[in-house]
T-cell receptor, first 110, second 116 residues
Framework: DQQVKQNSPSLSVQEGRISILNCDYTNSMFDYFLWYKKYPAEGPTFLIS?????DKNEDGRFTVFLNKSAKHLSLHIVPSQPGDSAVYFCAASEDNDMRFGAGTRLTVKP | ETGVTQTPRHLVMGMTNKKSLKCEQHLGHNAMYWYKQSAKKPLELMFV???????ENNSVPSRFSPECPNSSHLFLHLHTLQPEDSALYLC???????????????FGSGTRLTVV
């Protein structure tokens, strides 16, 4: 069963605008959430995380929002840059058992 | 070198071949993981090693055989694979067993495996 879902396989955004990547989950016991970024021919790299006791975490241009009642996680990138073009994976963890989504490919056009 | 290094980057093998994937981490981590990523699917955890001991095997077919000779090296031995085993195989490490802490796992670049 797929407990973490990224329903948009791809997203295209203009440079300078906001990118919003979404992630839904089914397990209410998840207590920690992470976003990874993956460039072609490279492994996923950690981007940002949030604990279930928070609803927002910000790091520079990247902000993650958590809506526990909706079981929804989103990553906002603003302003978007061409170098942000990559595949973004959402991950959720229950007692450090981490589950991944299938990824969303973000393309930022100059 | 730093981080997690995987070799080879690409591998094409026949169904009757035997090959091995190698992973090396230079981070002093104590736990290492093998993941499989098939096209448009989530990463699937295959094996977990903690302090060189296999602690998890997530219903992986026996044609995949992991080996962890020391805390820095991890191998995945492959034999009599099927075409559906074609995927990106990722190695990862963490300080402790399933320790996500603030930064998750550190991943290697992966081995792109094609079984013909």
């Amino acid at each position: 069963d797929q407990q973490v879902k990224q329903n948009s396989p791809s997203l295209s955004v203009q440079e300078g605008r906001i990118s919003i990547l979404n992630c839904d989950y089914t397990n209410s016991m998840f207590d920690y959430f992470l976003w990874y970024k993956k460039y072609p021919a490279e492994g996923p790299t950690f981007l940002i995380s949030i604990s279930s006791i928070k609803d927002k975490n910000e790091d520079g241009r990247f902000t993650v929002f958590l809506n526990k009642s909706a079981k929804h996680l989103s990553l906002h990138i603003v302003p978007s840059q061409p170098g942000d073009s990559a595949v973004y994976f959402c991950a959720a963890s229950e007692d450090n058992d981490m589950r991944f989504g299938a990824g969303t490919r973000l393309t930022v056009k100059p | 070198e730093t981080g997690v290094t995987q070799t080879p980057r690409h591998l094409v093998m026949g169904m009757t071949n035997k090959k091995s994937l190698k992973c090396e981490q230079h981070l002093g981590h104590n736990a290492m993981y093998w993941y499989k990523q098939s096209a448009k699917k989530p990463l699937e955890l295959m094996f977990v090693y903690s302090l060189e001991e296999r602690v998890e095997n997530n219903s992986v077919p026996s044609r995949f055989s992991p080996e962890c000779p020391n805390s820095s090296h991890l191998f995945l031995h492959l034999h009599t694979l099927q075409p559906e085993d074609s995927a990106l195989y990722l190695c990862a490490s963490s300080q402790g067993y399933r320790e996500i802490s603030n930064y998750g796992y550190t991943f290697g670049s992966g081995t792109r495996l094609t079984v013909v």
